[in-house]
T-cell receptor, first 116, second 113 residues
């Protein structure tokens, strides 16, 4: 079974530039999550999608971060403009959620962003 | 919201010894507690989880214990091997939506051959 695909693997940008990350979940997984993992910390949830709808974006810094999942499959996360403190690994995860239980919850390998 | 604290931040053991990592949580309504292993540059992978109606769960060399009254849970790895070297994260969530877990800050385990 193919896993959660993310690209690019690495990205280096200057502060105030824009950047976008892409995630393709496991086939059939309606639930998709984006996390920010700062070095030395655990993943922190940014946004959760169920199909193409946002379920929870309470921790997404909406002044500079945006995410979409227009067709309910792959998703993009954008930062505009980037700040130095946005340097982190951005992880995507997906699962099948039947309203009571997660099935097959799996992380992607992440995109390592360095803002200089 | 939920707050998860994890200790120690680094742990070094000799091959064959046991390793114990401890986590505390703040939300008494949390009832799902997964543990993840993350090797350098790789994705976090679920290694074991426990639900609040169970006090202990074991899978070969790894076990997890949960004390709901004290709001803490622990990961135990016995007969450690060099390939156990990684960062281990605990997490806690309400319900069974693993994706909404609050994570600890991780423990870097080094197993010396």
């Amino acid at each position: 079974e193919a896993g959660v695909a993310q690209s690019p693997r690495y990205k280096i940008i200057e502060k105030r530039q824009s950047v976008a990350f892409w995630c393709n979940p496991i086939s059939g997984h309606a639930t998709l999550y984006w996390y920010q993992q700062i070095l030395g910390q655990g993943p922190k949830l940014l946004i959760q999608f169920q199909n193409n709808g946002v379920v929870d974006d309470s921790q997404l810094p909406k002044d500079r971060f945006s995410a979409e999942r227009l067709k309910g499959v792959d998703s993009t996360l954008k930062i505009q403009p980037a700040k130095l403190e946005d340097s982190a690994v951005y992880l995507c995860a997906s699962s099948f959620w039947d309203k009571t239980t997660n099935y097959g919850y799996t992380f992607g390998s992440g995109t390592r962003l360095t803002v200089v | 919201g939920e707050n998860v604290e994890q200790h120690p931040s680094t742990l070094s053991v000799q091959e064959g010894d046991s390793a114990v990592i401890k986590c505390t949580y703040s939300d008494s309504a949390s009832n799902y507690f997964p543990w993840y292993k993350q090797e350098l540059g790789k994705r976090p992978q679920l290694i074991i989880d426990i639900r609040s109606n169970v006090g202990e769960k074991k899978d070969q060399r790894i076990a997890v214990t949960l004390n709901k009254t004290a709001k803490h849970f622990s990961l135990h790895i016995t007969e450690t091997q060099p390939e156990d070297s990684a960062v281990y994260f605990c997490a806690a969530s309400r319900g069974t939506n693993a994706g909404k877990s609050t994570f600890g800050d991780g423990t870097t385990l080094t197993v010396k051959p």
